[in-house]
């Protein structure tokens, strides 16, 4: 694969990403894909659509897991309800999320990631040690399938993130950086936090934040990429010191409007290939 190719988060029945149609009309070659509903995750199902990702010659790079209960409404409704950190919904989803990998085995995908919620900072929080086992366990089950576990950043600073992954100690745990999420959360600074968790990043997001009057309390508001307060070209640069040669994934969360939604990232589609032939040179696709 080329490097830095340019991709797209898409879905086929959660509403949160792209359909691949859009993305075969914006001419990507790569995708991550939200998991498809449970009823979806099925031999014949992957087999459709694996068949129809060749015939667009459209490359999967990463299966992001999601569950049912979750909620983006504020920042303290996402501590409450996302990912494996609330105890009521544990169990049931890191067996769902154990499934998602095995569904993202079955498309010959390597790569599985989620929000893994809110982790306490306190590493001797018996919430913390609870959510670190469990992340041990779905390591341990996509080691198994021969793939890794990628954390999408956002909720943690860089220090807390790094402490977790070491506390995890598993050699299949890495990052997909999200800059715009850490602007939106109100984490940290985005660059200087993927200059310190660089060394783990496998998959980025490309998305675009503006910090709320008050950081960490308010969402940030998210943005047509090129237009936040993340600085793309920096943040492409950054990528580019440490090595990160993956592709550049395109996040526009406005699936509620599906047609502005397209026109934005075909934009970021203009920009990312601009910048990168700034960054690299010319190199091959789109
Ligand atoms: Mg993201």
Not at 93 to 109: P, V, Y
Request: hydrophobic share 35%; proline share 5%; charged share 25%.
């Amino acid at each position: 694969m080329d490097k830095w190719p340019i991709g797209v988060f898409t879905s086929v029945d959660a509403g949160l990403g792209v359909k691949l149609e859009v993305a075969h009309e914006l001419g990507v070659p790569t995708i991550q894909l939200h998991a498809p509903a449970q009823q979806t995750r099925t031999p014949a199902h992957a087999e459709r659509f694996l068949k129809r990702l060749n015939e667009l010659g459209i490359a999967l790079t990463v299966v992001f897991g999601g569950f049912e209960g979750e909620s983006y409404a504020d920042i303290p409704t996402v501590s409450r309800t996302v990912g494996l950190v609330p105890p009521e919904t544990r169990a049931a989803r890191t067996r769902e999320m154990k499934e998602i990998a095995d569904f993202a085995k079955l498309l010959g995908c390597n790569a599985v990631a989620l929000h893994i919620g809110f982790v306490p900072h306190d590493t001797q929080d018996p919430l913390y040690l609870q959510v670190r086992d469990v992340t041990r366990e779905v390591c341990d089950h996509c080691g198994q399938n021969g793939q890794n576990l990628h954390l999408e950043t956002g909720q943690e600073k860089a220090g807390a993130l790094l402490q977790f992954i070491g506390d995890v100690n598993r050699d299949n745990l890495f990052i997909n950086f999200d800059p715009a999420n850490l602007i939106l959360y109100g984490t940290d600074e985005p660059i200087a936090a993927l200059k310190q968790v660089g060394r783990y990043v496998r998959s980025v997001h490309c998305k675009d934040g503006k910090w709320s009057a008050r950081p960490g309390q308010d969402w940030g508001q998210e943005v047509p990429l090129g237009q936040g307060d993340v600085g793309i070209e920096n943040y492409l640069r950054t990528l580019d010191s440490f090595g990160y040669t993956g592709p550049l994934t395109i996040e526009r969360e406005i699936a509620q409007e599906p047609e502005r939604q397209k026109a934005e990232i075909g934009h970021a589609v203009r920009l990312l290939t601009e910048l990168r032939e700034k960054i690299c040179g010319k190199t091959g696709a789109v």
